[in-house]
């Protein structure tokens, strides 16, 4: 049977938060075009990773409904930071301040970034949790690193394809070259780190499920907001 945790506690607080927190930084890095060698990916390839390792934790832990209730507070916080974004570029310069064209340059296409990361962190991480959630179903606490690994190359991959193509024209990729040469490096960058990762997000997965005293409840009742009844999808 699988077991989850309810949503109510202080850890999922903590836990939307620290994905908030990396998805807002990842926006604002994958603004900036890298080329390391041969590779071609963006500031923000070694923060992709983290994400996708709390979204496993979130999905593994506490089910899939609070797992899409987390996706979503997190793309509604980076609209809001896009949105404040905004606000700071447009606010009048005081006349000693000579950093508008870089604040400008820095953090006026995030919003294109923002909607790139949206459509592909919304499919990529949304079905990357149902995965993880499914497969529980069907083994219970048992292959946890296959579970991870399959649902973390499912999830990179559709994440990947969709956020590289819509971010390829702000970081200046021109060419289908670079553009195939960055969904395969970020893909594999970011689906390798996951995995060999694993171990340590497996551990980490331990203890927050020893930290939640209500770990282990029926899926229904940990899924239902406040603990009250609700169907499983």
Do not use: H
């Not at 994400?51 to 999905?59: K, L, R, T």
């Not at 292959?143 to 390829?168: K, P």
């Not at 171990?199 to 939640?212: F, N």
């Amino acid at each position: 049977m699988a077991r989850f945790a309810p949503a109510g506690s202080g850890l999922y607080a903590i836990i939307t938060a620290i994905m908030a927190t990396v998805l807002i930084l990842s926006n604002i890095g994958a603004s900036k075009g890298v080329q390391i060698g041969p590779l071609v990916t963006d500031g923000g390839f070694f923060l992709f990773p983290l994400a996708y390792i709390v979204g496993d934790v979130v999905a593994e832990v506490y089910g899939f409904k609070n797992s899409r209730r987390a996706v979503i507070t997190t793309f509604a916080l980076s609209i809001f930071a896009v949105v404040c974004y905004w606000i700071i570029i447009n606010l009048p310069p005081a006349d000693f301040y000579d950093g508008q064209q870089a604040l400008e340059r820095t953090l006026g296409p995030v919003w294109m970034i923002v909607v790139a990361s949206l459509l592909g962190f919304l499919v990529g991480q949304l079905s990357n949790a149902w995965f993880m959630v499914r497969m529980k179903r069907s083994f219970g606490e048992k292959v946890l690193f296959g579970r991870i690994a399959v649902s973390t190359l499912i999830g990179e991959f559709l994440d990947t394809l969709v956020f590289c193509s819509i971010a390829t024209p702000v970081i200046g990729i021109e060419t289908v070259g670079q553009f195939v040469n960055y969904v395969v490096v970020g893909f594999l960058f970011k689906s390798a780190v996951e995995i060999i990762l694993a171990p340590v997000t497996m551990w980490v997965m331990k203890l927050i499920k020893r930290a939640e005293p209500a770990y282990g409840v029926t899926e229904k009742r940990a899924e239902a907001p406040g603990g009250s009844e609700a169907s499983a999808e």
